[in-house]
């Protein structure tokens, strides 16, 4: 089997720069063409070897798993509930009143609002207090934790997704 690995990790080394190319072209950021390239390596490393026996063309077969990966971004892409440029109007749109009557309660607004983020995996929270309180960017924020701008991202979306919902079950 690590003989296998040592296969895939030559063919994967071989062809990194290439594969990096190809993501850089049919994805819109940088660092989610970096992602889809380590994951290429991960799906590489799965592979049981009496599959890696069937497999005729490694080379092939690793533009295939690109190809596959390159359609699951694009339908993750096209799940995703909010783009970037969204965000700050999420945000507002949490803490802002909805009318005169909230005005008057913006003050429960925001207690219920800090105890849901509280209650986000300790991540999530950590991204958005990051993000929002201390103004960070999302490479700032990416450095600080050791993950992806794009994690980072993912981090908000989710957080922001779920304040959201949240408050939207309490009016």
Not at 32 to 57: G, K
Not at 144 to 162: D, E, P, Q
Request: proline share 3%; net charge positive; aromatic share 8%.
């Amino acid at each position: 089997m690590r003989e296998k690995h040592a296969t895939w990790s030559t063919l994967f080394a071989e062809k990194r720069a290439t594969l990096s190319n190809y993501f850089l072209r049919r994805v819109a950021h940088r660092w989610d063409a970096q992602d889809l390239v380590q994951e290429v390596y991960l799906r590489l490393l799965r592979i049981e070897p009496a599959d890696a026996a069937n497999i005729r063309s490694p080379e092939a077969y690793l533009f295939t798993v690109a190809a596959n990966l390159v359609k699951e971004h694009a339908v993750l892409r096209q799940q995703q509930p909010l783009g970037s440029d969204e965000l700050e109007q999420v945000v507002e749109h949490l803490v802002a009143p909805a009318n005169v009557e909230a005005d008057m309660d913006s003050e429960s607004r925001q207690k219920r609002l800090g105890a849901l983020i509280d209650r986000l995996s300790p991540k999530c929270k950590a991204v958005l207090i990051m993000h929002y309180r201390d103004e960070m960017s999302y490479r700032e924020i990416a450095e600080r934790m050791s993950i992806s701008t794009h994690m980072v991202k993912k981090y908000i979306v989710k957080g922001l997704a779920a304040c959201r919902q949240r408050m939207a079950d309490y009016e």
